[in-house]
C-alpha cells in the first residue's frame, strides 16, 4: 500500500489515487510537494513560485519559427507539437509551474462550432449563436474524447517534467466567456450581442450555460486524469458585468462547474478573471480553491474583498515588463510584498504576457523573485 497525502493515495512515483480517479502520469509525491502546489493548497512558501500566463506563445522567437510552419489549430490538435510548445518557456526560464498549450475554444469544435485562429485579428466563429435553435444544435460529445490531443500533449509534458518537480496546468474557458465568444463570434467593444442574447432568451441562455457546463466540467476531469496537477479557469471577459448581472446569468454556471469537477478530483481549481474586482464577493462563493487577481487591484484590496480566505496568484501589469529596470524591479518587489500578507502567493502576471514583451525582462522578474526568500 502506498502512503496518503491529504486526500490522495500516493501508489509509486507516477500513480496515485483521487477519490476514485487513478492518476498514471507525473503525479507522484514530488510533485505533491512542489512550490507550487503547496501555494495552491494554502501553505506559505518560501518564495512565491512563479509562472506566467500565456508564458508558451508570441514573445518567444522559437514559437514564432514553429508558427510558421502550423497553423494554430495545428499547433494545437497534434499532441507533439503542443507539448514542444508547452516547453519552450521551460527550456529558457526557471519557471515553478507550466500550462498546456491549448485554447479556451477548441474544446468547443466538437460542440460543432467552426472556427479559426486569423492572424492578427484573434478567433473567429464562422456559425455563431444567434438564437435558441442555434443553441439545441449545439452536440455534447463524449468527455472522454473531446479535444483528446489536449489530453494526449497531457501526457507527454506530464511524464516530460515529472523528473522536474514542475507541475502542469490544465484549463478551460468560463461558460460565460466561451457564450460570449459564441454569440459575439469573435472579440469584441462592447459583448452587446451577448447581454442582449442574455436579456432577450433567458431560457436560451441558461441552456446554452448547462451545455457549457457539461462540456467543460467533462474536459477538466480528463485534463485532471491525464496528469494536469491543477485547473485554471478563464473568465477573461467578466469585467463587462455588474453584481446582479453577474448573480443571475453567471454565477449558477460558474457554481456547477466548480462543483462537477470537484466531485471528480482533488486537484485545486484556479479562478482567474479580469477587470473584476466590483465582482470579487461573489467570486469568494464560487468553490475555486485559488484566486488569479488581475493587476488592475492591488492584492491586498482584492484579499479584503475575498475575506483573506485564499491564496491568491497574480498580479504584475504585463505592462510592466516593458519598463526600466528600476520600474520592474520596484513593481516586482512590491507585488511579492503584498503577497506576504496573504494566506500563501503565487507569483503570476495580472493578464496574460504580450507578444512584444523583451525576454531578458522576463528573465530578470524571474531571477529577482527566485533571490527574494520570505
Ligand atoms: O501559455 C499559455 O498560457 C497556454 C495557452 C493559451 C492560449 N490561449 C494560446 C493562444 C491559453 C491559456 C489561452 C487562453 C485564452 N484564449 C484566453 C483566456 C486568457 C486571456 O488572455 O484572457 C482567451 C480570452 C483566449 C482567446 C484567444 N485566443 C484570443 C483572444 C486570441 C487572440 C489574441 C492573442 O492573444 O493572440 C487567441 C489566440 C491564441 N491563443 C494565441 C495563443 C498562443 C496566439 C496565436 C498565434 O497567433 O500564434
Redesign the pocket.
Known amino acids: 500500500m502506498g502512503k496518503w497525502v491529504s486526500n490522495t493515495l500516493i501508489l509509486g512515483k507516477r500513480c496515485m489515487y483521487t477519490k476514485g480517479l487513478i492518476f498514471l502520469n507525473g503525479t507522484g509525491v514530488e510533485l505533491h510537494q512542489s512550490l507550487l502546489l503547496r501555494a495552491y493548497r494554502g501553505e506559505k512558501t518560501a518564495r512565491p513560485p512563479v509562472w506566467f500566463?500565456?508564458?508558451?506563445?508570441?514573445y518567444l522567437p522559437e514559437?514564432r519559427e514553429l508558427?510558421k510552419k502550423h497553423s494554430?489549430l495545428e499547433a494545437i490538435r497534434t499532441p507533439e507539437l503542443a507539448a514542444e510548445i508547452?516547453l519552450q518557456?521551460l527550456k529558457r526560464f526557471e519557471f515553478d509551474g507550466s500550462?498546456?498549450?491549448?485554447?479556451?475554444?477548441t474544446p468547443l469544435i466538437e460542440m460543432g462550432v467552426e472556427l479559426d485562429?486569423v492572424?492578427k485579428e484573434?478567433?473567429k466563429i464562422f456559425n455563431p449563436i444567434r438564437s435558441s435553435a442555434d443553441v439545441e444544435r449545439l452536440v455534447i460529445p463524449d468527455p472522454t474524447t473531446n479535444a483528446a490531443y489536449t489530453f494526449h500533449a497531457i501526457e507527454i509534458v506530464s511524464r516530460e517534467l515529472s523528473n522536474r518537480n514542475i507541475p502542469l496546468l490544465g484549463?478551460c474557458?468560463a461558460p460565460f466567456?466561451l457564450a460570449s465568444?459564441l454569440i459575439e463570434g469573435g472579440?469584441s467593444k462592447s459583448l452587446l450581442a451577448t447581454k442582449r442574447f442574455m436579456f432577450t432568451e433567458p431560457e436560451a441562455w441558461a441552456k446554452l450555460q448547462q451545455k457549457l457546463v457539461a462540456v467543460l466540467s467533462g474536459y477538466l476531469i480528463e485534463q485532471a486524469r491525464h496528469g494536469a496537477a491543477a485547473l485554471q479557469i478563464?473568465d477573461?471577459?467578466l469585467g463587462y458585468l455588474n453584481p446582479g448581472q453577474f448573480e443571475r446569468w453567471v454565477v449558477p454556471g460558474l457554481k456547477a462547474l466548480i462543483t462537477a469537477v470537484k466531485a471528480a478530483t482533488d486537484v485545486p481549481i484556479i479562478f482567474f478573471s479580469?477587470d473584476s474586482s466590483t465582482l470579487l464577493p461573489q467570486i469568494k462563493e464560487l468553490g475555486a480553491d485559488v484566486i488569479g487577481v488581475d493587476w488592475r487591484v492591488p492584492l491586498s484590496a482584492a484579499d479584503r474583498l475575498l475575506g483573506s480566505r485564499f491564496p491568491l496568484q497574480g498580479n504584475l501589469d504585463p505592462t510592466a515588463l516593458f519598463g526600466s529596470r528600476d520600474y520592474l524591479e520596484k513593481e516586482v518587489r512590491q507585488v511579492i510584498e503584498s503577497g506576504r500578507e496573504l494566506k500563501s502567493h503565487i507569483f503570476n502576471l495580472g493578464?496574460?504576457i504580450l507578444?512584444e514583451t523583451p525576454i531578458a525582462n522576463v528573465e530578470f522578474v524571474i531571477g529577482l523573485i527566485k533571490s527574494i526568500s520570505q
Open positions: 500566463m500565456r508564458q508558451a506563445g508570441r514559437y508558427r494554430m508547452t518557456p500550462i498546456i498549450f491549448a485554447d479556451i475554444l485562429f492572424e484573434g478567433p484549463f474557458g466567456t465568444y472579440g478563464f477573461s471577459w479580469t493578464h496574460g507578444p
